[in-house]
């Protein structure tokens, strides 16, 4: 199942995220586009060695090879770590404590973070799927919810 442009959310912290995002590039465009525009999550997925990779690297960190394509990725996976963070570490999250980041180990392989939604006690290995969540900025960024059964 490809992550669903209906699972888009308004971030509840406040503030913007252009203080927190990385600058778009040439190299990020697609990723964050994607997001933006239809909600879909992309993976670079690498055309030497076929294994995916996050964030957005224009180098492969397994093979060193620059070819690649960009594929839309299922959206569930399995949490890997997690965190609490009591104190706000950026100041959007202020109003959010206590809140959840994991780690989350992507279906495709390769993990990544992010904010955990309505996961009040987060258990390593639970499976989880992507939720997208609109800045006040209109920037759109990926966090990880419970996923439901059979996902
Ligand atoms: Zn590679």
């Known amino acids: ?33 994607a997001l933006d525009n239809d909600g ?11 294994r995916h990779r996050t964030p957005t690297v224009p180098v492969c960190p397994h093979c060193g ?23 706000p570490y950026l100041s959007p999250f202020a109003s959010l404590t206590p809140y959840s980041v994991g780690l989350v180990e992507l ?18 290995g639970m499976r989880v799927r992507t939720v997208l969540e609109r800045w006040s900025d209109g920037v759109v960024v990926p966090a990880f919810g419970a996923a439901e059964e059979g996902e």
Do not use: K
Request: hydrophobic residues 40%; charged residues 20%; positive net charge.
């Open 1 to 33: 199942m490809a992550v669903d442009a209906h699972t888009v959310s308004e971030f509840p912290g406040t503030g913007a995220a252009s203080d927190l995002m990385p600058s778009r590039t040439d190299d990020t465009e697609a990723f964050y586009s």
């Open 107 to 124: 279906a495709e392989g390769p993990r990544m973070f992010g904010r955990l939604v309505g996961i009040p006690s987060p258990v390593i």
């Open 40 to 50: 879909r999550l992309l993976l670079q997925l690498c055309r030497a060695c076929n």
């Open 65 to 87: 090879a620059r070819e690649f394509t960009w594929t839309a990725a299922a959206g569930t996976g399995r949490l890997y770590s997690w965190v609490r963070y009591h104190r």
